[in-house]
Structure formats: structure tokens, C-alpha cells
């Protein structure tokens, strides 16, 4: 089977990375992806289980220095306080809600295909990818979402779509050039395999490096004001449910990595902001 890179197109540079977790890299751009054979909507991967006990700490403790650094992004570069941002697939609103409270006359919008309510944001429940918009954003954000998409070409493309000319666009998602990536990649190779398939799980199937995300942004004409390599909040990382030794191992192991990883400006996610031009 010939697949192109999504990022690229080029199809003699991609390369089955991994049997089992069906995933292909590219050479060219070092993007690495998951082909899935059935919609995500289908296998209903994202159950209460998925909020609740795979990725409990992920939402207990959510990213609060990234809605901080986005907040002060935002009003660095806006200068009046009248205007509208959408959050891609905003989860339980946690940036919506950080914001608001910061700045309660900002205009916020969540969109998200999970039932949510709020008082601080109008919440729009649907699948971005497939919605429609009568109005534009001067800021959009995408928070750990990307990675999730099949389709990332048509994602950025939507998104551009509904943003201002002039206005921010802001994506993260996770940084699989890292050192945690690289680390779970090696232990893989030697028989250990539960960092490896915790990362490349069935619900990320696209594994972006700093090299192929910006590749992917500019392909699509936006602008770049800065990309960055840090770590979320170590409160917030879910490890496997195994024996209490083992598992005090990977916190001890993700300690160390996050701290290496943090001096070394390799952290675990990719920040990303970005102007429509
Ligand atoms: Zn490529």
C-alpha cells in the first residue's frame, strides 16, 4: 500500500513505523501517523472512562501556566478587549473558564462534540470538522487537539476559514521529537513497551515534531510568532493502572525526563502561535 505524508505529500518517503500500532512515518518531514480503518465517532473511544479514569490527573489538574501564557499572548498582541475567541474542542471548558475569569467581558466560544454547560462561554456541541459558521474569530484555539484528527489538512484549512485576517490562532499538541517520546521509543525497542503504546495510543494519530507542525502551519500560509517546547504540569500525567513498584518507577522516570526535558527546551507538547495573514 502507497500512503502520502498528510503533511508533505510526498509517498516514497513514508515508511511502516509500527505493526501493531498501525503507524507510518515520513522521512522527509519526520511526521509519524496512525491509518485507522473506522471513523473515531464509530468506536465511541471517547467514553466517560476516557474523562474520567485513563486521563483523571490530564483533568484534574489542568495546564494552568499554558492558559496563562495564552492569556498575556492575547493581550499583548489585541489591542482593544472587544472580540470573539473560539475554543476548539474545549472539553470541560477549562481554558474558557480560566479566561473568563481573568477577563469576564471577553467574548468566548467552546466547540465540542461532549455535552458540556456553562455560564462563561456559549458552548456549541458539535464536530468543528464538520460544523458550518456564520461569524469569525479574532483568536482560535486548539488545545491538545490536533493530534486527534485524520484529516489535518482540511482542520487547518476551517480553521483559517473562520479566523480574521490579523487574528491569532493558537495550537498545541504533543512534541513527539521530546525526550519522553524519544525514551519511550527506545524502551519499545527493547521489549517495554507501555510508554510507547500509552503515546502512540489509538486516540493520537498524528504524532507531530517541531519540524513537521511548522511545516503544516506555513504549508497553509500562516505566519509562526513563536514555537515552544514545554512541559504540562507533572500533577497532570496519567500512567498505566499496574502494580504500585511499577508505577513508581514511570513517576520517577517522567520526573526525571520532565526535568531534563525542561532544561533541555524538549518538553513533552508544542505551543504554537500563529497569525492569520
Ligand atoms: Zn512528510
Same mark, same amino acid.
Given at each position: 500500500?502507497? =500512503?502520502?505524508?498528510?503533511?508533505?505529500?510526498?509517498?516514497?518517503?513514508?515508511?511502516?513505523?509500527?505493526?501493531?500500532?498501525?503507524? %507510518?512515518?515520513?522521512?522527509?518531514?519526520?511526521?509519524?501517523?496512525?491509518?485507522?480503518?473506522?471513523?473515531?465517532?464509530?468506536?465511541?473511544?471517547?467514553?466517560?472512562?476516557?474523562?474520567?479514569?485513563?486521563?483523571?490527573? @490530564?483533568?484534574?489538574?489542568?495546564?494552568? !501556566?499554558?492558559?496563562?501564557?495564552?492569556?498575556?499572548?492575547?493581550?499583548?498582541?489585541?489591542?482593544?478587549?472587544?472580540?470573539?475567541?473560539?475554543? +476548539?474542542?474545549?472539553?470541560?471548558?477549562?481554558?474558557?473558564?480560566?479566561?473568563?475569569?481573568?477577563? !469576564?467581558? @471577553?467574548?468566548? %466560544?467552546? +466547540?465540542?462534540?461532549?455535552?458540556?454547560?456553562?455560564?462563561?462561554?456559549?458552548?456549541?456541541?458539535?464536530?468543528?470538522?464538520?460544523?458550518?459558521?456564520?461569524?469569525?474569530?479574532?483568536?482560535?484555539?486548539? +488545545?491538545?487537539?490536533?493530534?486527534?484528527?485524520?484529516?489535518?489538512?482540511?482542520?487547518?484549512?476551517?480553521?483559517?476559514?473562520?479566523?480574521?485576517?490579523?487574528?491569532?490562532?493558537?495550537?498545541?499538541?504533543?512534541?513527539?521529537?521530546?525526550?519522553?517520546?524519544?525514551?519511550?521509543?527506545?524502551?519499545?525497542?527493547?521489549?517495554?513497551?507501555?510508554?510507547?503504546?500509552?503515546? %502512540?495510543?489509538?486516540?493520537?494519530?498524528?504524532?507531530?515534531?517541531?519540524?513537521?507542525?511548522?511545516?503544516?502551519?506555513?504549508?497553509?500560509?500562516?505566519?509562526?510568532?513563536?514555537?515552544?517546547?514545554?512541559?504540562?504540569?507533572?500533577?497532570?500525567?496519567? %500512567?498505566?493502572?499496574?502494580?504500585?513498584?511499577?508505577?513508581?518507577?514511570?513517576?520517577?522516570?517522567?520526573?526525571?525526563?520532565?526535568?531534563?526535558?525542561? =532544561?533541555?527546551?524538549?518538553?513533552?507538547?508544542?505551543?504554537?502561535?500563529?497569525?492569520?495573514?
Amino acid at each position: 500500500m502507497m =500512503l502520502s505524508c498528510p503533511i508533505c505529500k510526498k509517498d516514497e518517503k513514508v515508511l511502516l513505523y509500527d505493526v501493531s500500532m498501525r503507524l %507510518y512515518r515520513c522521512s522527509h518531514c519526520d511526521h509519524t501517523f496512525t491509518v485507522v480503518d473506522t471513523s473515531y465517532a464509530d468506536k465511541k473511544i471517547y467514553s466517560d472512562a476516557y474523562f474520567d479514569s485513563s486521563h483523571e490527573n @490530564w483533568f484534574k489538574f489542568p495546564n494552568f !501556566p499554558l492558559f496563562d501564557r495564552i492569556h498575556k499572548f492575547i493581550l499583548k498582541s489585541l489591542k482593544n478587549n472587544d472580540f470573539k475567541l473560539l475554543d +476548539i474542542g474545549c472539553g470541560r471548558g477549562d481554558l474558557l473558564n480560566y479566561l473568563h475569569q481573568k477577563e !469576564p467581558k @471577553w467574548d468566548l %466560544y467552546g +466547540i465540542d462534540t461532549s455535552t458540556q454547560k456553562s455560564d462563561n462561554f456559549k458552548f456549541i456541541q458539535a464536530d468543528f470538522a464538520q460544523s458550518s459558521f456564520n461569524q469569525k474569530f479574532d483568536v482560535v484555539t486548539s +488545545i491538545m487537539c490536533i493530534e486527534h484528527i485524520q484529516d489535518i489538512n482540511l482542520f487547518v484549512d476551517k480553521i483559517i476559514g473562520i479566523t480574521k485576517p490579523e487574528g491569532l490562532i493558537i495550537i498545541t499538541t504533543i512534541n513527539a521529537g521530546g525526550l519522553m517520546y524519544g525514551l519511550a521509543r527506545a524502551l519499545h525497542k527493547i521489549g517495554i513497551s507501555q510508554a510507547f503504546q500509552r503515546l %502512540y495510543s489509538e486516540h493520537h494519530v498524528q504524532h507531530f515534531t517541531n519540524k513537521s507542525l511548522k511545516a503544516l502551519l506555513e504549508n497553509h500560509g500562516l505566519c509562526i510568532l513563536s514555537q515552544k517546547n514545554p512541559n504540562y504540569r507533572l500533577a497532570s500525567v496519567d %500512567y498505566p493502572k499496574t502494580y504500585p513498584l511499577i508505577s513508581g518507577c514511570y513517576k520517577i522516570a517522567t520526573a526525571i525526563t520532565f526535568g531534563l526535558s525542561t =532544561l533541555l527546551n524538549n518538553g513533552v507538547s508544542q505551543e504554537v502561535m500563529c497569525k492569520r495573514v
